[in-house]
């Protein structure tokens, strides 16, 4: 028995220290120094018997603060005026400590109890959302279910409607239902006014409006592109006979400009032959000059072509 106390008060120390060293939000322990005097008059007037048989927890609470930080090193006893017992001051001081520790691991508790509150707290929050979450899903698996049960029963409807054949059912005109019976489809389409096909018709009226006013904006787009694809033909075409313009003037400049090369060089030949023609003339000239100048008056038959000798001698014949 004494072996299993011992243990238990060895788990109660390692998580007390446990809550020394991870206080959760609490300043560190740490003893306090003891200054107060002790009063032992007070103390001599309470009847611990009393308190202990009447559980008077008041009574504790408000002298424990007087016990615990009291200072016992200077007192004596007030009978004999001898100082305590060292071993019984051992006594006391352990007891001072351990009521000490106690306050602190008191503490300590109060503030992981509210710790884990507010996580119990936070949890149970987290919970009915959950709860909520699940009910929303229920009830959305609810909505799936009955939505597969009723294409279900319209597939195997239209399973038998297929069965007997296309000209055994009467097929409504505005929605996708279908009847055996031609009274049935009559009594269908009497209250479309006020039935779920009216519905559809304006659901079909209102796609209409919305295809023509998208018809028409369509229209007017391609009207925009076709001119604008016009604008850009002509653009184009006229930047086309622009550039042909600017081709043909400069063919017909190349050409002309091989004309008249071809022109000037014609002139130069001319030229050219006319100056040679001129040169040869006007050596044939200098040199028929020259001839005459000096060649012819000093040959004979130049002197007797000139006029009669003295004697009566004529040039080239004698006198007879």
Known sequence: KSFSNSLCYLQCG????????????????KFQSRHNSIDWRRFSAIDVERVARELDVTTLQENIASVTFCNLDSEKCPHCQQPIDPVLLKVLK??????????????????????????????????????????????????????????????????????????????????????MNYSYLQAHVE???HGSCKKQVEQMEDEIQKLKMKLKETHTLLETEREAETQ???????????????????????????????LRQLFLTEFKDIASKNSALEGVSEMESFYLTWVLPSSPEASGA?????????????TG
């Open 14 to 29: 390692n998580m007390f220290g446990n809550m020394l060293a991870n206080p959760s939000g609490i300043p560190a322990f």
């Open 94 to 179: 352990m007891a001072q400590l351990t009521i000490e520790y106690l306050l602190h691991s008191q503490e300590y508790l109060s503030a992981s109890l509210a710790l884990q509150e507010e996580q119990v707290q936070a949890c149970l929050e987290e919970l009915t959302q959950t709860k909520q979450q699940l009910d929303k899903q229920a009830e959305e698996l609810k909505g799936v279910k009955e939505e597969s049960r009723r294409r279900k029963k319209m597939i195997a409807t239209q399973q038998l409607l297929l069965q007997a054949g296309t000209n055994n059912y009467h097929k409504c005109q505005l929605c996708d239902k279908a009847f």
């Open 191 to 193: 209250p479309i006014t």
């Open 232 to 262: 850009q033909k002509i653009r184009q075409r006229e930047e086309e006979g622009r550039r042909e313009s600017e081709r043909w003037k400069e063919e017909e400049r190349t050409k002309f400009q091989k004309e008249v090369d071809g």
């Open 306 to 318: 000139a006029g009669p000798k003295p004697g009566g001698v004529q040039s080239g014949h004698p």
